[in-house]
């Protein structure tokens, strides 16, 4: 059972368009949810991260926008740039010690 | 530095050979991961360690074991492997679950069973 789903799959933008990775959740317990960013070879980083107290959670280009009524987060990244082109994974655990459980990634391209 | 080194980087297996993966870190966290990472599933927990010799199972513990003997290291143990268990394996570490801190991944390992 996939506790952290990811849409899309896969996603190819233009360089310097606005790029929306979306993620959803089920468990209620969640209370925090990060973002990672992980290019080929490499291991996941994390990008930014969001808890339940927010709305919106921003740095730089990247901006994370959560409908906790919902269960529904999105990514938005702006200025897309060829160097955006990874994978991107949404989290999310619970302060009460539930382990971060990770969607199945969005993998982004972004062309010049 | 903060670190999380992860040895061997690559590995070449037959399978039923036994397996053993490292992974240390430098920032004394109490919490350490591994999880295995495949084609389109994403990452998926193997096990979860507390602290020394506090080990609790992920969603996926079925063919593995660890050790937790010393804080800064948490080993990752296939005995006998099977051709399934390729995959490429991160080792993360994060202080105390429950803060809510996201937790920093090793570079991996990339495991082939042949």
């Known amino acids: 059972q996939q506790q952290v789903r990811q849409s899309p799959q896969s996603l190819t933008v233009w360089e310097g368009e606005t790029t929306i990775l979306n993620c959803s959740y089920e468990?209620?317990?969640?209370?925090?949810f990060p973002w990672y960013r992980q290019f080929p070879g490499k291991s996941p980083a994390l990008l930014i991260a969001i808890s339940l107290v927010s709305n919106k959670k921003e740095d730089g280009r990247f901006t994370i926008f959560f409908n906790k009524r919902e269960k529904k987060l999105s990514l938005h990244i702006t200025d897309s740039q060829p160097g955006d082109s990874a994978t991107y994974f949404c989290a999310a655990s619970s302060n009460s010690g539930t382990y971060q459980r990770f969607g199945t990634g969005t993998k982004l391209q972004v062309v010049p | 530095d903060m670190k999380v080194t992860q040895m061997p980087r690559y590995l070449i297996k037959r399978m039923g050979e036994n397996v053993l993966l490292e992974c240390g870190q430098d920032m004394s966290h109490e919490t350490m991961y591994w999880y295995r990472q495949d084609p389109g599933l994403g990452l998926q927990l193997i096990y979860i360690?507390?602290?020394?010799?506090?080990?609790s199972e992920g969603d996926i513990p079925k063919g593995y074991r660890v050790s937790r003997k010393k804080r800064e290291h948490f080993s990752l143990i296939l005995d006998s492997a099977k051709t399934n268990q390729t995959s490429v394996y991160f080792c993360a570490s994060s202080p105390l679950q429950g803060n809510n801190q996201a937790p920093l991944f090793g570079e991996g390992t990339r495991l082939s069973v042949l």
């Open positions: 360690s507390y602290d020394v010799d506090s080990n």
């Open positions: 468990d209620s317990t969640f209370d925090y």
